[in-house]
């Protein structure tokens, strides 16, 4: 089995910063992909940002240029820092990870419990 736990979330004023992290944990032999995704209420859940185990990026269009999604291969942890933040970025923030978990095994999918981040404006 396998756990991802998010940590950084919290409430930040328009302009501010924030640094979500996603650790994982338990039996992985590789994490081929890692994402942010966020949910607002009334919303579908979309994805911000993903990085693949070497290194490739993309970024929701909404947040380039004020996201970066980064990853310690070594920690199996993700990291997202969000710099002008608005409030338009208010929501639930959930980390996704694509994970083999034996070596011969096909990636299983993973999702966090969630972290809020609620911009102010």
């Known amino acids: 089995q396998v756990q991802l736990v998010e940590s950084g979330g919290g409430l930040v004023q328009a302009g501010g910063s924030l640094r979500l992290s996603c650790a994982a944990s338990g039996s992985i032999v590789s994490i081929n992909y890692m994402g942010w995704y966020r949910q607002a209420p009334g919303k579908q859940r979309e994805l911000v940002a993903g990085i693949t185990i070497g290194g490739s990026t993309n970024h929701a269009d909404s947040v380039k240029g004020r996201f970066t999604i980064s990853r310690d291969n070594a920690k199996n942890t993700v990291y997202l820092q969000m710099n002008s933040l608005k409030p338009e970025d208010t929501a639930m923030y959930y980390c996704?990870?694509?994970?083999?978990?034996?070596?011969?095994?096909?990636?299983?999918?993973?999702w966090g419990q969630g972290t809020q981040v609620t911009v102010s404006s």
């Open positions: 996704n990870a694509l994970v083999r978990v034996t070596p011969l095994s096909g990636v299983s999918d993973y």
